[in-house]
């Protein structure tokens, strides 16, 4: 027993001076990483505890209450759940009714990790329920914010939004305030989905400003990918550049962890946008080759699939793109991720059209469609716009094409970059001439993104390729 408490002592030693600078924080791991057969030997020891040897249970509780940092490098996020788990059974066997709320906030966020969103959901609503019955804020904050975030991975942004704002309410309610930053970077995402890129923009800084305070390195780096994704919508491909590169300079130290494969795709995004399409491939290879090395949430996986498809599709190999992006495809259904099937089906619109299979283009488009509808966000639905606007001008129906043109016009701020190529405008004048083209873009100022997809789905069922 004393020689595990030694072992703990080390885990909780390295946490403790990971949080007094970058110096600390590397000595530190490098100490952990000097004795972790011997943390992972006992801490498995600790396991087979017994009813009559309590003292053993308690030891194994502790080594997942340890503060997280250090064991998300060290472990993958399954053996981390595992760990987890195994704890979670030890406090309920022996009614350690706080540390069983700590433990089911540990599964249930390791389970979001992993993208198993029932099983998260589950943990959360059992952390409710004991968090409700111990007048516990801080539990109940905490299953807010899984709530929220299983929701946002779901697609349904109103919810998890609802979910954000009572978790801040809870958290404020007890005064955690350290607890808050996280949920900041949930409401930036849900804002950045929603097109909304500038408040999106304040939530991500805030959670950056407020990592740094604490000198959360990981936090930090999580704080410069959301960054970089931001600047992107936004444009601005230098300072996307730039927080990407911050993500990367955290995360290499911390060696093949989860938080490499996020930064090295947010730097590969923004090479791709800069133009630097081979640096952009080599950085998705890594990151994708990294992710299923320490098996990476799904997400992941095929976020960097899409990328790397859209940075060989600029290089003109129609070919491997589309398969790129059907590998994507395949990981985005296989754990259901409504937003990344979306994407993916949208981008294989214009892949297909290059590869002239107008087939292939309708019925990726109708998924995308209905996708859109299902999400309703100005940012899907102008995406879905872009991609039927493409399709209907590969048929040569110019017209119609421009009557939705002057819809897009108003619209494309909610355009994050894309394969829509903007200068479908200036062909679309030479082809109508300006005056016909004029006319029909004074149409579409009458439309609406919410009226212009159910109508487009119409068509696309009505108009039947022979």
């Given at each position: 027993h004393r020689l595990v408490q030694h072992y703990l002592d080390k885990l909780k030693q390295a946490e403790t001076a990971s949080r007094r600078g970058h110096e600390n924080y590397t000595h530190s791991l490098k100490l952990v990483r000097r004795d972790w057969e011997q943390i992972k030997r006992w801490q498995a020891w600790s396991v087979n505890w017994k009813a009559e040897d309590p003292r053993r249970a308690q030891l194994c509780i502790a080594f997942s209450l340890v503060p997280p940092d250090i064991l998300r490098i060290q472990l993958t996020p399954a053996e981390q759940l595992k760990w987890a788990q195994q704890a979670l059974r030890a406090a309920r066997q022996f009614h350690e009714n706080e540390s069983e709320r700590l433990l089911l906030y540990q599964v249930a966020f390791i389970s979001l990790t992993i993208e198993a969103l029932d099983q998260g959901e589950a943990y959360a609503q059992q952390l409710m329920e004991?968090?409700?019955?111990?007048?516990?804020?801080?539990?109940?904050?905490?299953?807010?914010?899984?709530?929220?975030?299983?929701?946002?991975?779901?697609g349904n942004f109103d919810r998890s939004e609802a979910c954000y704002t009572e978790s801040i309410r809870q958290f404020e309610a007890c005064h955690a305030v350290e607890e808050i930053p996280i949920v900041w970077r949930g409401m930036g995402?849900?804002?950045?989905?929603?097109?909304?890129?500038?408040?999106?923009?304040?939530?991500?800084?805030?959670?950056?400003?407020?990592?740094?305070?604490?000198?959360?390195?990981?936090?930090?780096?999580?704080?410069?990918?959301?960054?970089?994704?931001?600047?992107?919508?936004?444009?601005?491909?230098?300072?996307?550049?730039?927080?990407?590169?911050?993500?990367?300079?955290?995360?290499?130290?911390l060696g093949k962890s989860r938080f490499l494969a996020p930064a090295l795709f947010s730097m590969a995004h923004a090479q791709k946008w800069l133009g630097q399409y081979e640096n952009?491939?080599?950085?998705?290879e890594e990151g994708i080759e990294v992710a299923r090395l320490i098996a990476s949430a799904p997400s992941s996986i095929a976020n960097g699939l899409y990328g790397?498809?859209?940075?060989?599709?600029?290089?003109?190999?129609?070919?491997?793109?589309?398969?790129?992006?059907?590998?994507?495809?395949?990981?985005?259904?296989?754990?259901?991720?409504?937003?990344?099937?979306?994407?993916?089906?949208?981008?294989?619109?214009?892949?297909?059209?290059?590869?002239?299979?107008?087939?292939?283009?309708?019925?990726?488009?109708?998924?995308?469609?209905?996708?859109?509808?299902k999400l309703g966000t100005p940012q899907f639905l102008t995406k879905a716009l872009a991609a039927s606007m493409s399709l209907w001008n590969h048929q040569g129906n110019s017209?119609?094409?421009?009557?939705?043109?002057?819809?897009?016009?108003?619209?494309?701020?909610?355009?994050?970059?894309?394969?829509?190529?903007?200068?479908?405008?200036?062909?679309?004048?030479?082809?109508?001439?300006?005056?016909?083209?004029?006319?029909?873009?004074?149409?579409?100022?009458?439309l609406t993104l919410e009226n212009a997809i159910p109508e487009i789905l119409l068509l696309l069922q009505q108009d039947h390729l022979p």
């Open positions: 004991r968090a409700q019955a111990a007048h516990d804020s801080l539990g109940m904050g905490r299953a807010w914010y899984i709530l929220g975030t299983a929701s946002f991975t779901r995402r849900v804002l950045q989905f929603r097109g909304d890129y500038p408040q999106a923009q304040t939530y991500h800084q805030q959670y950056l400003n407020a990592s740094a305070a604490t000198g959360n390195e990981q936090g930090m780096l999580d704080a410069h990918v959301s960054l970089s994704g931001i600047f992107l919508a936004l444009r601005d491909y230098l300072a996307a550049e730039h927080h990407a590169q911050l993500a990367l300079g955290l995360a290499r130290p952009a491939c080599v950085y998705y790397l498809g859209q940075a060989i599709y600029f290089q003109g190999d129609y070919t491997a793109a589309l398969s790129r992006f059907e590998e994507a495809l395949h990981v985005a259904y296989s754990a259901n991720l409504t937003f990344r099937i979306f994407q993916i089906s949208n981008d294989m619109v214009f892949v297909h059209l290059a590869r002239g299979e107008q087939v292939a283009a309708r019925a990726r488009l109708q998924e995308a469609l209905d996708i859109a509808q017209e119609q094409v421009a009557v939705w043109a002057g819809l897009l016009k108003r619209h494309t701020h909610h355009l994050p970059p894309s394969l829509f190529n903007l200068n479908l405008y200036e062909h679309l004048e030479w082809e109508l001439g300006a005056e016909r083209y004029h006319a029909a873009l004074e149409r579409g100022t009458a």
